[in-house]
């Protein structure tokens, strides 16, 4: 697989915009159990735009290098780290899985980030955060539900948004190499 200089610096843009995103534009209620943030946004768009390799290491860098920035006080979670990673590489699979038909783009998109986001939201960091405040998953899975069940549409539609007005752009470019 051929990387561009061109994709390892937006990957890194998009890296650093999460690690902003989710570390210092974000806001933590619920006990430390819910984060509120944008920085899961980057991350999709780093796999919808460049596949689910460069889509899961984004997630990764941001997770890794996240927890230097700003770990709220909490230790480094294995599960929470493959959430990050999976939130790069579930919604291109996804979307790939759907089709080249570009009429049904938002709910590909949404389809993604609805499974991305029970995979990695719901159950993967929501085991972590419970492992690591030693409470148990379900006391720790109801106040996360209710969060994602705000958070999904609102990513799906900036991830929406993004991703069109994106994407004439990407696939320009990537068709003059």
């Not at 650093?16 to 819910?34: D, E, K, Q, V």
């Not at 780290?81 to 579930?90: D, E, N, S």
């Amino acid at each position: 697989m051929r990387i561009s200089i061109r994709n390892v610096v937006v990957s890194g843009l998009l890296a650093g915009m999460s690690i902003l995103l989710s570390r210092l534009a974000a806001i933590m209620i619920a006990g430390g159990t819910i984060r509120l943030s944008f920085g899961n946004i980057p991350i999709y768009m780093a796999g919808l735009m460049f596949g689910p390799v460069i889509g899961g290491l984004v997630g990764g860098v941001s997770d890794l290098v996240g927890m230097l920035v700003n770990s709220f006080g909490a230790a480094f979670v294995p599960h929470i780290f493959v959430a990050a990673v999976l939130r790069g590489v579930i919604p291109p699979l996804v979307a790939r899985f759907w089709g080249e038909n570009n009429k049904v783009w938002p709910l590909k998109i949404f389809s993604a980030i609805l499974l991305t986001e029970i995979a990695s939201g719901a159950l993967l960091t929501t085991w972590g955060l419970a492992w690591l405040q030693k409470s148990p998953f379900v006391t720790v899975l109801v106040p996360r539900l209710i969060a994602l069940a705000v958070q999904i549409p609102v990513y799906s539609m900036i991830t929406v948004t993004l991703t069109l007005a994106l994407r004439p752009l990407h696939l320009q470019r990537s068709a003059g190499r």
